[in-house]
Each structure stands twice: as structure tokens, then as C-alpha cells.
């Protein structure tokens, strides 16, 4: 063990004691202070650097979650004077309450880990405490230092650890400030006015209205194509805002009174019992304080549709305040949920995640085209369609590299990588950059993820490389127009983007690392096909070596049949394509309807 030292908790330098040895619980306390070298400090390891024990790490924080729904489910009821069961709240607060577990876990682990590493620690703490209004302000905080700043200092006032801690005033800083859109889009008045005139013309020989769509990623032609195919009203299809919800969940005071701490959990140790007393301390304002008023919206909307049996929602994990209350009361209303994997990843890793969850919420959850031991999952098609434009492929193009979401926090095990895998990603591509011939510098494209994830991969990258061109999600939110721009695609994480460039063809290839991006093991074959074909890469320097081979024709090489099988094989499993996504999502909603129809028969 170390001598004294002051342990610093967060990037909010006001809160250091820089005349000591400093211990930074991560590297999310130096990302963007520029004087630390006048600093004499450590930086305790990250507890995620061990890529072989995320499994066990993920499996834990899981089971704790299936353990606290019970649980979770008397507290709220009893809260908000209700009686509703498991499943209501399951899908109500269970994203949230899976993601609040694993961030607990990683800040109360690295906080074990400090006082350890160092015989005796001083820190500071804030004094002052703060309550997330919704579950969508939680994704946006979290990437911030504030909060994560505030839930440290809740963990170590609850927590006897061996600390000299002194208490410092902190007030949380909110941007609630709401750009307004300006301009005239004639564009759009029109289109709006083309649609409504067609609602109102389809509605009038259409008779069914059972199924509501809330919202999907099929295209319009489809969504038109599978309402005709069921005689469907289209009327229903917008009635959920992606703005409905309760305003005055801002404004609303946390009551204390009823945020008092879980019900016991058998054999609790030390981190359960953290959890019984964070939990209510950090659970959004919408589920308690604004709960009765939010729940009450959702039951007006409700009533304007008495009629629906089966609602479809783009992602069964949706953060926006008015969907999630208004899909939970559909749902113990009768209501049947289909609902779809929004993104890539899923299916292929070999850890437990948010896609346990996202399958138990819904009656029919349709993945692109993976299979699950969940009788609730069914294996389908890509149903990410709605960016598919028929554009002639752009042989002069970019050669476009898409980054990763390096967050400097860690959020949960579903969105992007963790935070120890970041400055690997980052390294790979600057090998990579390295590796690729000088003269095509001037068509290599950088596609960075969101700024506001708070990593500085573009000072990183840009350091190194100050002529490299790049974009960012502020300044493009969506890579498309820069993809179908593009002659070539190198996808380096296993998520989204390499399907979506798989989905129509474009020559791309894939690199990772392939000790943090393991499969499991019903996945690997399709992977190692991959590999074999000479897509996928785990050495920068070969993958340079490709670019630098093919990137004159590279659709020569993407076209040819080795490449193609394998390509075709892992999207048959992974991606599967359909030009009959309507009729066969169709098939799907009338299956549902069929066996609700028996199951009334029966009683």
C-alpha cells in the first residue's frame, strides 16, 4: 500500500488538494485539465481493463437486477399508492433501474479499489445532493462530471470506508435551455400536408384500428404498404409526441418523505445494501414526485384509443417520459407489445446485457435476424430501413472510418464500449491512419460519435494527425449522407454502422480488438468467416495494407465470391434482408392477434 494521498473523485479541479500526492479514481478526472503535469499523482487502473472478467461482471450486476424488481415493485406501489404488478414496473423503470445498478457497481468497485491501493486517503465530497428529474436527463448527465461528482459523494456518505473526508457546497449545473428550430421549411409543410391528405383518404375504407404504432425504423413506403396489407386506420399511428410527458417534472421538489430506502433483499452484503438506500435516492422525479400527474396523461391518450390490442415501439428501452408511461399502462390495459432491436451487437456478445431485458419487456421481440432460447424473441429482419436510399454507388467517394463511443464515464454494457477500451480503440485507428498511404489522406473521412459522451478522442486523434478530416454527430447527426458519399466504409467497433453498410452492399471492412470484443460462441463461426474473407481485421497494419490494396475499385473486391458468401452468410444471421418487410411484419402482427383472439375464446 501507498503513503497518504488525497483521492480526487472528479475532473472538477476545485475540489483537489494539488499541494498533496493526488489518487484520480480514473482517467475521467485528467481528461481535460491541462496542468496535471505539475502535478505529483496516480491514477487508480480501470476496473473494466480486465477484459475477460466483464462476463462475471456483467452476470452479477443482472442477477441484482432481476433480485430488485420484486422489490422495486412493492416500493413503487406502495409510494404511489397504486397496485400494479411486476411487469408494469418492470418495463416503466426497469431500464432505467438496469443501468442505475451497473453505474452503482462500477462507482462503488473503483471506490473499494482506492482504499485499498493506499494506507491512509483524504477526499473531499459535496454536500449537496441531487435528484435526476427523468430517466432521458440520467442519459445525459451521466456524462457529466456534476452528477457523477454528487452520486460519489452519496456513495461515500453511506459507505464506511476509511476516509478523512471533508464536505465542500456543489450546485449540479443544468442546461435547460431549448434551441428553437427557425426557418421555413416549405419542404416539410408540404410533405406534412401530402401525408395528412393521404391519412384521411386511407382512413376512409380502412377498418380496422387495433394496432397503434407509436413509432418504428421501417421507412414511410413500408409503414403505408403494412397498413394496407392489414386495413388498418393510419390515423392512430401519431398520436404518441415524442414531447408528451409531464412539464412539470422540472420544477417538481424531491420529497423526501417517500424516498426512503428498499425493503431488505436476502443475504444483502455490502453493495446490496448500498443499493437499497441509492436507489430511492437517485430514482427520477417522474416516477415518484410526478408519477400520479404523468400516469394521468398517459391515461387521457389511452382513453382516445379504447380499441388497441397491439402496440409497436421502435425500442423497447425508450427513454422519452410520455411513450414509457403511456406503453405501460397499454400493457395492463391487455395490450400486446411488439418491439425490435434498434441497433448492432446484439446476438454476439457473450455477456449479459440490456438485450436480456429488452426481449423480457415486450410479447414479441423481433431481432435482425439472430435466434434466442426466449420463446418472446423471434428472429426477423433488419428493421432499420427507414435511412435506405437507392443512390448509385459513389466510386470516387471518401474512405470513410467511423469511430467509437468513447465515454469518459462508464453508463451500462449495451451503449458503446467502456471507457478502458477507448484509448485501445483510439491507438488501432492512429496505427490504421498510419498504415494508409499518404496520397489517400486527402479522401480519409474521421466520423466521431457525440462530443457530449465527453471523451477527447478528437484532440487525440487530431494531435497526432492536424490535417485529418473529420465529423462529429453535433455538426451531422446521422453518418448517411457521408456513408453513401463514401467508396469504402472501416467500421472499428461491433455495433451498428458495418450492418447498415452490409444492408446495402458497400465495400467495407471491420477492425477491432478482439480481446474486448469477444462473441459467443453460437456467433463465432460468422465472424471467423469474416476474418477468413478478409473483412474483418484485428491488426491495424494488415487492415492499411487492404485499404492500400483495393481502394481504387474497392467494390471489385467487395464483389467478389468469397467476400460476398461471407458477407451474405453473417448478414443471413446477423442482418437479414427482405424485400417484403411489410407483408412479413404483417405475418407477424397477425399471429399476435390470432392467438389474443383464442386465448378470450378460452376464457
Known amino acids: 500500500k501507498r503513503n497518504k494521498m488525497f483521492l480526487a473523485t472528479t475532473a472538477l479541479d476545485q475540489f483537489w488538494k494539488k499541494d498533496q500526492k493526488i489518487l484520480f479514481l480514473g482517467e475521467w478526472c485528467i481528461a481535460h485539465n491541462i496542468d496535471n503535469e505539475k502535478l505529483d499523482y496516480e491514477v487508480l487502473p480501470s476496473l473494466w481493463r480486465d477484459f475477460k472478467t466483464i462476463p462475471e461482471k456483467a452476470y452479477y450486476i443482472y442477477d441484482i437486477f432481476e433480485k430488485l424488481i420484486p422489490v422495486v415493485t412493492g ?48 477526499t473531499i465530497i459535496s454536500d449537496n445532493g441531487y435528484v ?23 456513495i461515500i456518505k453511506q459507505l464506511d470506508l476509511p476516509l478523512e473526508i471533508d464536505t465542500a457546497s456543489h450546485n ?11 426557418g421555413f421549411n416549405l419542404k416539410g409543410i408540404a410533405s406534412r400536408i401530402k401525408r395528412n391528405c393521404y391519412t384521411a383518404l386511407h382512413d376512409l375504407f380502412s377498418s380496422n384500428d387495433y394496432l397503434q404504432i407509436i413509432s418504428t425504423e421501417l421507412s414511410f ?81 389511452s382513453m382516445e384509443s379504447p380499441n388497441v390490442q397491439i402496440v409497436m415501439l ?12 403511456y406503453v405501460a399502462e397499454k400493457i395492463h390495459e391487455g395490450a400486446k407489445l411488439i418491439s425490435f432491436q434498434h441497433g448492432g451487437g446484439y446476438g454476439t456478445k457473450d455477456y449479459i446485457s440490456h438485450e436480456e431485458l429488452e426481449i423480457d419487456l ?4 423481433l431481432s435482425w435476424g439472430w435466434k434466442s432460447e426466449n420463446k418472446n424473441a423471434k428472429d426477423f429482419f433488419m428493421t432499420k430501413t427507414n435511412w435506405v436510399n437507392r443512390c448509385k454507388y459513389n466510386s470516387n467517394g471518401d474512405i470513410l472510418l467511423v469511430g ?17 477500451y477507448n484509448k485501445i480503440q483510439i491507438n488501432y485507428n492512429k496505427r490504421l491512419i498510419r498504415g494508409i498511404d499518404r496520397n489517400l489522406y486527402s479522401t480519409l473521412l474521421y466520423r466521431f460519435q457525440w462530443k457530449f459522451f465527453s471523451y477527447n478522442e478528437i484532440d487525440e486523434v487530431l494531435n497526432d494527425f492536424p490535417d485529418l478530416r473529420i465529423s462529429t454527430r453535433e455538426n451531422e447527426g446521422h453518418f448517411y449522407r457521408l456513408f453513401y458519399d463514401s467508396r469504402l466504409v472501416i467500421a472499428t467497433t461491433n455495433y451498428t454502422a458495418f450492418l447498415q453498410s452490409f444492408f446495402v452492399n458497400k465495400p467495407t471492412l471491420l477492425l477491432w480488438d478482439p480481446e474486448y470484443f469477444t462473441i459467443r460462441d453460437s456467433a463465432k463461426e460468422y465472424y471467423d468467416l469474416l476474418h477468413d474473407a478478409g473483412i474483418l481485421y484485428y491488426s491495424p497494419e494488415l487492415c492499411a495494407k487492404k485499404v492500400n490494396e483495393i481502394h481504387q475499385n474497392p467494390m471489385e473486391w467487395w464483389m467478389t465470391a468469397e467476400v460476398q458468401a461471407a458477407k451474405n452468410e453473417y448478414c443471413e444471421h446477423f442482418c437479414r434482408i427482405t424485400d417484403n418487410m411489410e407483408g412479413e411484419l404483417a405475418e407477424v402482427i397477425n399471429e399476435m392477434r390470432e392467438r389474443k383472439t383464442e386465448r378470450k375464446l378460452n376464457v
Request: charge should be positive; aromatic fraction near 12%; glycine fraction near 4%.
Open 75 to 122: 416500493y413503487m406501489n406502495s409510494v404511489n399508492n397504486v397496485n400494479f404488478p411486476e411487469k408494469y414496473w418492470k418495463f416503466l423503470v426497469g431500464p432505467w433501474l438496469l443501468s442505475f445498478v451497473g453505474i452503482l457497481y462500477d462507482r462503488y468497485s473503483i471506490l473499494k479499489a482506492a482504499v485499498e491501493y493506499t494506507n491512509s486517503i483524504q
Open 132 to 154: 435526476p428529474t427523468t430517466y432521458a436527463e440520467v442519459y445525459n448527465l451521466i456524462n457529466g462530471d456534476d452528477y457523477n461528482f454528487i452520486i460519489f459523494s452519496d
Open 172 to 182: 449540479i449545473k443544468l442546461d435547460n435551455e431549448e434551441k428553437a428550430k427557425t
Open 221 to 301: 413506403r413500408e409503414t403505408v404498404k403494412l397498413l394496407k396489407i392489414l386495413n388498418h386506420k393510419k390515423k392512430l399511428t401519431p398520436l404518441i409526441r415524442q414531447n408528451a410527458g409531464n412539464n412539470s417534472t422540472k420544477t417538481a421538489y424531491s420529497d423526501k418523505s417517500r424516498r426512503k430506502s428498499l425493503d431488505a433483499i436476502s443475504n444483502p452484503d455490502d453493495f446490496i445494501k448500498l443499493i437499497s438506500v441509492m436507489v430511492p435516492m437517485h430514482m427520477p422525479k417522474e416516477y415518484i414526485e410526478c408519477y400520479t400527474s404523468n400516469r394521468e396523461i398517459a391515461n387521457r391518450m
Open 314 to 325: 421502435r425500442c423497447p428501452v425508450e427513454i422519452n417520459t410520455g411513450i414509457r408511461f
Open 362 to 365: 415486450c410479447d414479441k421481440y
Open 404 to 420: 467509437g463511443s468513447c465515454r469518459r464515464y462508464f453508463y451500462n454494457l449495451l451503449e458503446g464500449q467502456v471507457p478502458a
